[in-house]
């Protein structure tokens, strides 16, 4: 079970467990391969198994790697699961198919800008700080109704999005974004990475980001 095409299937006969279990319908959560700091010769195994949705958490390094391998597979979608800073929306908006870290107001003005100047609408998910950390990105839990008011009339809001605190039991915190965007009628989580997923999709997640269960340990 060690290549990347094996660990693929694994993983996704895990989620389709997992929301077996939770009386969720089939293909009902999307895996994000998140392929930050893998090359390109990592990548295209994955690529060549029939992942098409990848995920990155740098601007930069996405835009070294990716216009190639989309050029030779069209039809991938590319997410943005780290932090974004607003001097860079238009490229992520030129870049990416869905940006997973919109945490604040600036950012959401950014964005706005970005995707009306270059008319291309990447999904977008609220990220919240659910363990209220003060060192992690991520709106404010007490912050997001505002924040996902004024994102919800100038951008494609797809869900939210959260990373629970390390080292705790996370199905608490999968549970309350989940009731967050229940209440306020959002329908996207993302949620659940390589240690957690399968809680995550038991609890409702419609993403999970998975980077080391499939490509092995980053550096
Ligand atoms: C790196 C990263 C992941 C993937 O983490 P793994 O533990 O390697 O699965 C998921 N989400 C975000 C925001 C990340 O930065």
Same mark, same amino acid.
């Given at each position: 079970?060690?290549?990347?095409?094996?660990?693929?299937?694994?993983?996704?006969?895990?989620?389709?467990?997992?929301?077996?279990?939770?009386?969720?319908?089939?293909?009902?959560?999307?895996?994000?391969?998140?392929?930050?700091?893998?090359?390109?010769?990592?990548?295209?195994?994955?690529?060549a198994?029939?992942?098409?949705?990848?995920?990155?958490?740098?601007?930069?390094?996405?835009?070294?790697?990716?216009?190639?391998?989309?050029?030779?597979?069209?039809?991938?979608?590319?997410?943005?699961?780290?932090?974004?800073?607003?001097?860079?929306?238009?490229?992520?908006?030129?870049?990416?198919?869905a940006?997973?870290?919109?945490?604040?107001?600036?950012?959401?003005?950014?964005?706005?800008?970005?995707?009306?100047?270059?008319?291309?609408?990447?999904?977008?998910?609220?990220?919240?700080?659910?363990?209220?950390?003060?060192?992690?990105? /991520?709106?404010?839990?007490a912050?997001?109704? @505002? *924040? +996902? !008011?004024?994102?919800c009339?100038?951008?494609? $809001?797809? %869900? =939210?999005?959260?990373?629970?605190?390390? /080292?705790?039991?996370?199905?608490?915190?999968? @549970? *309350? +974004? !989940?009731?967050?965007?229940?209440?306020?009628? $959002?329908? %996207? =989580?993302?949620?659940?990475?390589?240690?957690?997923?399968?809680?995550?999709?038991?609890?409702?997640?419609?993403?999970?980001?998975?980077?080391?269960?499939?490509?092995?340990?980053?550096?």
């Open positions: 079970m060690t290549s990347p095409a094996n660990r693929l299937a694994d993983i996704g006969g895990r989620i389709a467990r997992a929301a077996a279990l939770a009386g969720r319908p089939p293909g009902s959560t999307t895996l994000i391969a998140v392929s930050k700091t893998h090359d390109a010769d990592t990548i295209r195994p994955l690529i198994a029939g992942q098409r949705v990848f995920g990155e958490n740098r601007v930069q390094e996405a835009a070294g790697k990716w216009p190639a391998l989309q050029e030779a597979q069209p039809g991938i979608a590319l997410h943005l699961v780290g932090q974004l800073q607003s001097n860079k929306a238009a490229e992520a908006v030129a870049l990416f198919d940006i997973h870290s919109v945490d604040r107001p600036s950012l959401v003005t950014a964005l706005a800008r970005a995707m009306d100047a270059a008319d291309r609408r990447p999904d977008c998910f609220i990220q919240v700080n659910i363990g209220d950390e003060p060192q992690k990105g /991520g709106c404010a839990v912050d997001l109704p @505002a *924040l +996902l !008011a004024s994102a009339a100038v951008l494609p $809001v797809a %869900g =939210l999005m959260a990373v629970p605190p390390a /080292g705790l039991e996370p199905a608490p915190y999968f @549970a *309350l +974004l !989940a009731k967050i965007a229940r209440d306020h009628g $959002v329908s %996207g =989580l993302s949620m659940g990475m390589s240690d957690d997923f399968e809680t995550a999709v038991t609890l409702g997640a419609t993403h999970v980001r998975v980077g080391s269960a499939l490509f092995g340990a980053r550096q």
